[in-house]
């Protein structure tokens, strides 16, 4: 079956701009992630949906970056007032429910092939 | 809260060599541990994950991690490597639910394959 996707692959954008980085993950999944991987680091996690609703924003750096998942299916991640250290792959991974709980079933995240975002 | 330690950020072997990837991870109770892959311009693959039970857990691609909690170590292996292999290996730990739900990922070890 189909994997997680995320549109566009590539966004080159100018400082200032605004952008809307598209991810639809796996039929059925419930959980969602967004994560942002620097050049030469490992991903950092920005947000958690459940459903629609963000459980755990904990990761977004700041208040320009904000997400929405408004039909618990596809999520955007936008970014206002881009930066210059806002460049990054940002990578979505979806799961069938959250990561696990205590005593129960594990459940995997699926990563999709993530947004290259470069800001000018 | 958790954080994960990769050691070394390059590691070269010859093809046909055995390799191990190091990851020593922090959390406070029993983890959820994994091992990723990225080759260039792909997503991450999930190699094996670590959730209770036999401490040495196997994986695909021939991939094998042994889980010590004495030495808080998460350590990857394989016997033999393929030239098909270099990529760039990322170890992560996984808090159960209520305590946030999200892999925290090492910096990686980029795995170079020399025939």
């Known amino acids: 079956g189909a994997g997680v996707s995320q549109t566009p692959s590539n966004k080159v954008t100018e400082k200032g701009k605004y952008v809307e980085l598209r991810c639809d993950p796996i039929?059925?999944?419930?959980?969602l992630y967004w994560y942002r991987q620097s050049l030469g680091q490992g991903p950092e996690f920005l947000i958690y949906?459940?459903?629609?609703?963000?459980?755990?924003d904990s990761g977004l750096p700041n208040d320009r970056f904000f997400a929405v998942r408004p039909e618990g299916s596809v999520s955007t991640l936008k970014i206002q007032r881009t930066e210059r250290g806002d460049s990054a792959v940002y990578l979505c991974?979806?799961?069938?429910?959250?990561?696990?709980?205590?005593?129960?079933?594990?459940?995997?995240?699926?990563f999709g092939p993530g947004t290259r975002l470069t800001v000018l | 809260a958790q954080s994960v330690t990769q050691p070394d950020i390059h590691i070269t072997v010859s093809e046909g060599a055995s390799l191990e990837l190091r990851c020593n991870y922090s959390?406070?109770?029993?983890?959820?541990l994994f091992w990723y892959v990225q080759s260039p311009g792909q997503g991450l693959q999930l190699l094996l994950k670590y959730f209770s039970g036999d401490t040495l857990v196997q994986g695909i691609k021939g991939f094998e991690a042994e889980f010590k909690r004495s030495q808080s170590s998460f350590n990857l292996r394989k016997p033999s490597v393929h030239w098909s292999d270099a990529a760039e290996y990322f170890c992560a730990v996984g808090a159960e639910w209520e305590y946030g739900n999200k892999l925290v990922f090492g910096a990686g070890t980029i795995l170079r394959v020399k025939s």
């Open positions: 991974a979806s799961s069938p429910n959250r990561l696990g709980t205590a005593g129960g079933p594990y459940n995997e995240q699926f």
């Open positions: 039929s059925g999944h419930t959980a």
């Open positions: 959390y406070g109770a029993t983890p959820y």
């Open positions: 949906f459940q459903g629609t609703g963000a459980a755990d």
